[in-house]
């Protein structure tokens, strides 16, 4: 999921450099949002304190 944020988060950065006003908002604004998504997981997991089975 971080990696679909810095995705869209450069491709925010490149179309802000080339002027392109309305994508780069809408890229910015998605990757804030996976970024936010990313973090409030990793914080669900940490608090419940998975680990991985292994068979």
């Not at 995705?7 to 780069?24: D, F």
Request: a positive charge; charged letters at 5%.
């Amino acid at each position: 999921m971080l990696y679909y944020a810095l995705v869209c988060l450069v491709v925010g950065l490149i179309a802000g450099a080339l002027n392109l006003a309305g994508v780069s908002t809408v890229a910015v604004q998605i990757s804030w949002i996976l970024i936010l998504f990313g973090i409030v997981l990793v914080a669900i997991h940490v608090v419940r304190g998975h680990t991985a089975r292994v068979t």
